[in-house]
């Protein structure tokens, strides 16, 4: 059975993360936070032996990448790929639009008024099925099209991937953290995925296993 190490890397922090705008499929530049989150998760993975490099299309995944990878002149030469499949969950109409004011709009479905309350009530999957009910336009992704895309990526890295790879992913803070909801629910705390955060996957032919979640303080 094929085995791959992957280190998912949520990228940096962005202006609209910075001004707490809703930041799925739109895209904003690293912040100087950004880019010190991102440099920061590249020192702590230098002295791992990469075999490629992946991230999401979105150019904030993509900078975290490059920087990242920068923090070791060994990485110059690996290969690094985009894969939308690896993107942030699509809001929809409430793209780019106030964070806390989606989730009252969304909330009001049920009776609630903040994220955390969703969240805390009916959880990341059934949370992403509210958003996807409350946008105008039909547009956000429903669980089952988050999920549909997000298995396709996995699929891709395992095609692309030899027995024993460890590659890097570059991806988004409610995409990592709905792959460790979904594997290993008892490492959610209900915390935001942090910017630059590093969080440890083992993926085989059928399964994922989620080695840590959400680290800033990695030691390779």
Not at 62 to 73: D, G, H, K, S, V
Not at 79 to 88: A, I
Not at 90 to 115: I, P, R
Not at 129 to 148: P, Q, R, T, V
Request: aromatic share 10%.
């Amino acid at each position: 059975m094929k085995k791959i190490t992957a280190y998912f890397v949520r990228h940096g922090q962005t202006m609209l993360n910075h001004y707490n705008k809703v930041q799925g499929w739109i895209d904003s530049p690293l912040t100087e936070k950004g880019r010190a989150d991102a440099k920061r998760a590249g020192e702590q993975l230098k002295n791992v032996q990469l075999a490629a490099a992946y991230s999401s299309d979105s150019g904030r995944a993509i900078e975290t990448a490059r920087i990242a990878l920068r923090q070791n002149p060994e990485n110059m030469n690996i290969v690094s790929y985009q894969y939308p499949e690896f993107r942030e969950q699509c809001h929809g109409y409430f793209e780019g639009n106030d964070l806390n004011q989606m989730w009252q709009f969304v909330g009001a479905q049920v009776k609630m008024t903040s994220e955390s309350a969703v969240l805390g009530t009916y959880g990341l999957e059934k949370a992403r099925d509210l958003i996807h009910k409350a946008d105008l336009y039909g547009e956000a992704e429903s669980n089952d099209m988050f999920w549909e895309r997000l298995d396709r990526g996995f699929n891709k890295l395992r095609d692309n991937s030899k027995d024993g790879d460890t590659v890097l992913v570059v991806s988004h803070g409610m995409t990592i953290r709905s792959i460790v909801d979904r594997y290993a629910p008892e490492l959610d705390e209900g915390v935001a995925t942090i910017n630059g955060s590093i969080t440890k996957l083992e993926i085989t032919d059928d399964d994922i296993h989620v080695d840590f979640f959400n680290k800033t303080d990695f030691q390779s």
